[in-house]
């Protein structure tokens, strides 16, 4: 870190700052910004934490830039020495307590409505882990997942695009994570990175919705070498590529991946070797409560809350979920439907024999 050492050391902090600050105002893209904001506001400690030895540049960027602020030579700065093992911070790694660690805790803090699960899937995610969420239909997943591309993009100071995949069912194939097929103006068709290969290119959180409806010998053939090794097979080039360094993955499903449920009859049974992928981070992704009560208005909440507690244990096949409330909490803020008329819509829609559980009567 002689770098950083050399700039705290030699009274050059001052014009470190007046430097990261004329970035600052020079950058016209967001991840930019973000980056020389957080430069301003932890030192010049910052890019060394964010990318290791890999900060060569940035370092020799502002020592040029001195030379000419200065009008006098500077001395050129060394190669900064490898980090010690114990107590640094490198890219995608922290301790607790650590500078990192403390951003991650800055950032989730920022965040209105934080998910439950989004601190600690930031932190997996930044250790290099892959992560599988399992949970019921509209528990949060894809909520969850935006707010942690939003989280990454804080902590690493750089945008961090999210990715969706959405898998369609067991006709799905491997060549489907690669690439997709659309028309041109012209009328023909052309195949294009798909979501998953753009994000392992040029970073990205990547999130796969659905994995479990796509066969085992799909998941396997599209997904196992990047999940394992970071590399990623580039049809349109013919040939296996490094990911990205800022590719995180992350996949959901309504199932364990072990086979269907009476719940979710549709779904597959994945290969061990895949299940593998998410050993150390996978997540059981339930209905919060404590979210619910943030987020969807008062009555709703209550309604949706009290009728769990009726059926729980009864096999109700019911969905009382977190989207629900949030599609009624719209149509309520809209303010063209009262409370009785949106819950009689939904109701509505509701087979006789659940609404007796639910209600105890049909209508």
């Not at 190669?79 to 800055?106: A, C, M, W």
């Not at 597959?268 to 339930?286: H, K, P």
């Amino acid at each position: 870190m002689r770098h950083v050492e050399r700039i705290n050391t030699e009274g050059l902090l001052p014009l470190w700052n007046e430097y990261c600050q004329m970035r600052y105002n020079a950058e016209v893209t967001k991840g930019s910004k973000r980056f020389w904001a957080s430069c301003l506001t932890y030192g010049p400690e910052r890019p060394y934490q964010l990318y290791g030895n890999d900060v060569e540049k940035i370092y020799a960027n502002f020592w040029a830039w001195l030379a000419v602020h200065n009008g006098k030579p500077v001395p050129k700065p060394p190669v900064p020495t490898p980090p010690k093992p114990e107590g640094q911070v490198t890219p995608g790694r922290g301790v607790q307590g650590s500078p990192l660690s403390i951003l991650i805790d800055q950032a989730c803090a920022a965040v209105s409505n934080l998910h439950p699960c989004a601190n600690e899937l930031v932190r997996l995610l930044l250790s290099g882990q892959n992560c599988y969420l399992s949970g019921p239909a509209g528990c949060g997943k894809s909520y969850l997942c935006a707010q942690v591309a939003g989280i990454l993009s804080t902590v690493i100071g750089k945008d961090i695009p999210l990715c969706d995949v959405q898998v369609t069912g067991p006709n799905w194939s491997d060549i489907d994570y690669l690439t997709k097929i659309m028309p041109t103006a012209g009328g023909k068709l052309e195949s294009i990175p798909s979501p998953l290969l753009n994000g392992a290119l040029n970073g990205g959180l990547v999130f796969i919705d659905e994995l479990d409806l796509a066969t085992a010998e799909s998941n396997v053939g599209g997904l196992n070498t990047i999940l394992a090794s970071r590399r990623i097979y580039h049809p349109l080039k013919g040939e296996t590529i490094d990911a990205h360094s800022d590719f995180y993955f992350i996949s959901a499903g309504n199932t364990d991946l072990r086979g269907p449920t009476p719940e979710f009859p549709a779904r597959c049974a994945q290969d061990s070797s895949l299940i593998s992928r998410f050993a150390a981070g996978t997540f059981q992704v339930g209905y919060s409560e404590a979210l619910e009560k943030k987020i969807l208005e008062p009555r709703v909440c209550k309604l949706i809350h009290d009728l769990r507690k009726k059926i729980a244990g009864k096999g109700c096949p019911v969905e009382l979920s977190t989207r629900l409330g949030a599609d009624m909490t719209r149509q309520l803020a809209a303010g063209l439907l009262t409370f009785d008329q949106v819950v009689h819509r939904w109701k509505q829609g509701l087979s006789a024999d659940i609404q007796s559980q639910l209600f105890g009567g049909g209508k």
